[in-house]
């Protein structure tokens, strides 16, 4: 069975930092596009950052460029998302998912995770 299990997420001050992780499970993903997205009630899911299957190029989306950092290791099947300078419009549900492009949209994105919550404190 694939899985995609976030973790790392929780409470934080504004301006402070978390790292999310994202492992993978029962088959390889190092092939495979890797992207974090979020979502606020009410909002449509938006795409935050995607990362190559080799981790040679990257997207961040304008309102988290600069302060947030996607890398991944293929051999762990694992892929990361730190978060610097949080802000309080951060807070959201956020997703790692696979894909076949890491410039695609979300209907590109095959496999999801359940999410885990974000909530950056003012």
């Known amino acids: 069975q694939v899985q995609l299990v976030e973790s790392g997420g929780g409470l934080v001050q504004a301006g402070g930092s978390l790292r999310l992780s994202c492992a993978a499970s029962g088959r390889s993903f190092s092939w495979s596009a890797m992207g974090w997205f979020r979502q606020v009630p009410g909002k449509e899911r938006e795409k935050v950052a995607a990362i190559s299957w080799n981790g040679g190029a990257t997207y961040y989306a304008d309102s988290v460029k600069g302060r947030f950092t996607i890398s991944r290791v293929n051999a762990k099947n694992t892929v990361y998302l730190q978060m610097n300078s949080l802000k309080p419009e951060d807070t959201a549900v956020y997703y790692c998912?696979?894909?076949?492009?890491?410039?695609?949209?979300?209907?590109?994105?095959?496999?999801w995770g359940q999410g885990t919550q974000v909530t950056v404190s003012s």
């Open positions: 998912a696979a894909g076949e492009r890491y410039l695609g949209s979300i209907d590109d994105y095959d496999y």
